[in-house]
């Protein structure tokens, strides 16, 4: 028989107990090699996993999950060669040190532990003292990668809130410019892979130069928050993003979204503006704040792209605001939300009345 360790003629060894005990896997088909150094590791005040043979080892290991295996090279079935690339695959991204413990002292032998996946490779029998080093070596080691895998977590939290961040307009919460370009484009190249239709909304506030200079801009920027919480309300579906595009003007991407859809999402959008009943002192359309919205709608294609879809969009726009404002203007039905209704041409326009919201 073999002694696995060498007790140490100082005996210092023993006194140098470790810093955290760790649960240490003992694997040995040699009942009183492997019972000899489970008493070394007891005494240095670790706790003590015992396995005589492969298969015993690996349902400890998946069951326990130990911070160190010894691992004995020569076994009766399955040797330590063979164990150690198990233990490695069922890891799962984790990392347990393996460190062969072994009679054989050739250069062969230890280039094909460490092969196998061993950290260390140690010739029998070994001192006392070397082998609570190496544990100690391969606890830092341990902690050191612990410290870098949650230094990396946290980093990609970080990352994720920074881009959070930098895709939230300040002043609405809503998506600013840089996630709607991201976004369009992301959905633009989801609407094509599915041949499914993308809308897009471009609206702007009528007269909000006049409701500035009207109330002053600490209200102007009020009035864009609440402009911001009806787009947001308005975008029911998961994948519908509310953006503020720029300025007085906002942007909804509606995946999946056909043109009929988006005609009723824009008269939902003036209803749910007109219910806020938000005044307007200085507009000549409504005494309330009213929107005006271009909208576009397109099954894309290789040509489509999300700067035409923004150019089409724009320009319904311009025909809302040079129709009399108040309005969405589909791109492609080339008819406003007043006209597609067939209820007269100032239909949907806030009015005293039984279509008005409630004075305010
Ligand atoms: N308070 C406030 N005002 C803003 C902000 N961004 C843009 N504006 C104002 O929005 C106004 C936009 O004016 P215009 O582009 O002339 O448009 P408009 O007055 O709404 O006229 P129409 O769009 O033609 O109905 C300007 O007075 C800008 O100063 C903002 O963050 N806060």
Redesign the pocket.
């Known amino acids: 028989m073999t002694l696995t360790v060498l007790p140490d003629q100082a005996n210092s060894a023993d006194a140098d107990v470790a810093h955290r005990p760790m649960t240490v896997l003992v694997v040995d088909d040699q009942d009183a090699a492997r019972v000899a150094l489970a008493a070394v590791l007891d005494r240095a005040g670790h706790r003590v996993l015992e396995a005589h043979n492969a298969s015993w080892a690996m349902e400890l290991f998946i069951r326990h999950r130990p911070d160190v295996v010894l691992l004995d090279v020569e076994m009766p079935g399955y040797n330590g060669y063979w164990l150690a690339r198990q233990l490695r695959a069922v890891e799962n991204g984790g990392w347990t040190p393996i460190l062969f413990l072994s009679v054989h002292a050739g250069d062969q032998d230890l280039w094909q532990g460490i092969e196998a996946g061993g950290d260390d490779y140690l010739v029998k029998p070994v001192r006392t003292a070397v082998l609570l080093a190496k544990l100690r070596a391969m606890q830092r080691l341990m902690e050191m990668r612990q410290r870098l895998v949650s230094m990396s977590e946290e980093l990609r939290e970080a990352n994720a809130q920074l881009m959070d961040l930098s895709e939230t307009d300040a ?1 609405t919460g809503l998506v600013n410019r840089r996630g709607f370009n991201r976004r369009l484009h992301q959905a633009l190249l989801q609407a094509r892979r599915d041949a499914r239709p993308l809308t897009l909304f471009l609206c ?7 409701y ?1 200079d009207e109330v002053g ?1 600490v209200e ?2 009020a009035c ?1 928050r609440q402009v911001a919480q009806v787009l947001q309300a308005a975008c029911q579906r998961p994948l519908d993003c509310a953006a503020r595009y720029g ?2 003007e906002f942007a909804l991407i509606l995946p999946d979204t056909p043109k009929s859809g988006a005609m009723t999402l824009a008269r939902t959008l003036a209803h749910l503006l007109q219910q806020r009943a938000l005044p307007h002192p200085a507009s000549s359309v409504s005494p309330w704040l009213t929107l ?1 919205g271009g909208i576009t709608t397109c099954v894309p294609d290789g040509t489509s792209t999300a700067e035409s879809l923004v150019l089409r969009a724009d320009e319904a726009l311009y025909v809302a ?1 040079t129709r009399g ?1 108040n309005r969405f203007f589909s791109f492609e039905m080339q008819v406003d939300t007043l006209e597609s209704r067939g209820a007269g041409p100032r239909a949907g326009v806030p009015r005293p009345g039984a279509d008005a919201p409630p004075q305010p």
């Open positions: 002043l702007d506030i009528d007269h909000f130069k006049a500035n801009h102007g920027d864009l300025g007085e005006s605001k404002r």
